[in-house]
């Protein structure tokens, strides 16, 4: 079964950049996806097919991915972006196909 | 704009049954690939299971933990896509999503979850 791990929490200064993580092995051959999800929401979508964002996500979002490493990276942050994010990505070889980080909670100071 | 209204949730028994419904919006159902994804009170989130198009047969997929009690299917003429959930245990309380899929590998729309109480 695919691991995929994240840090169980970020905290960074407004205007500043935040960048979390998702490690797994060999991760770079994959494509690595991003949701945002804030208390009491359902997530959104923010980050796809590793660094493509869909419409009305800010250009602050950006995703890399190399390596055993993903990264979401979200530049300028702002309160509004105090959520949790969780990365995700499909494995064939996996007893759960879509298979999910265990989300890090993004704490603006 | 493409909506997704899940209904269905509620309190039961452990052993008992429950069906999810899922109805949407705002694109062509028919088209795409649809998924329930849930998230245990406090916990992150776990993909439960995963129905094709008819293009693409219509089969499904299933988590390990839900194979066999759970089973997903769609009616396209509705809109509407249904968690079967049979045989629920008290680990199996969540909020439930439905959600789209686009290209078979992410869920690019969401539902506003409906929770799922299995409790006796």
């Known amino acids: 079964s695919y691991v995929l791990t994240q840090p169980p929490s970020v905290s960074v200064a407004p205007g500043k950049t935040a960048r979390i993580t998702c490690g797994g092995n060999?991760?770079?051959?994959?494509?690595v996806h991003w949701y945002q999800q804030k208390p009491g929401q359902a997530p959104v979508l923010v980050i796809y097919?590793?660094?493509d964002r869909p419409s009305g996500i800010p250009e602050r979002f950006s995703g890399s991915n190399s390596g055993n490493t993903a990264t979401l990276t979200i530049s300028r942050v702002e309160a509004g972006d105090e959520a949790d994010y969780y990365c995700?990505?499909?494995?064939?070889?996996?007893?759960?196909?879509?298979?999910f980080g265990g989300g890090t909670k993004l704490t603006v100071l | 704009e493409v909506q997704l209204v899940e209904s269905g949730g509620g309190l039961v028994q452990p052993g008992r049954s429950l069906r999810l419904s899922c109805t949407a919006s705002?694109?062509?159902?028919?088209?795409?690939?649809m998924s329930w994804v849930r998230q245990a009170p406090g916990k992150g989130l776990e993909w439960v299971g995963f129905?094709?198009?008819?293009?693409?047969?219509?089969?499904?997929e299933y988590a390990a933990s839900v194979k066999g009690r759970f089973t997903i299917s769609r009616d396209d003429s509705k809109s509407i896509a249904y968690l079967q959930m049979n045989s629920l245990k008290t680990e199996d309380t969540a909020v439930y999503y439905c959600?789209?899929?686009?290209?078979?590998?992410?869920?690019?729309?969401w539902g506003q979850g409906t929770l799922v109480t299995v409790s006796s």
């Open positions: 097919y590793d660094s």
């Open positions: 129905i094709r198009s008819k293009a693409y047969g219509g089969t499904t």
């Open positions: 959600t789209r899929v686009d290209r078979g590998y992410y869920f690019d729309y």
């Open positions: 995700q990505v499909w494995d064939s070889s996996s007893d759960h196909n879509w298979v």
């Open positions: 060999n991760i770079g051959s994959k494509s």
């Open positions: 705002g694109f062509t159902f028919g088209d795409y690939a």
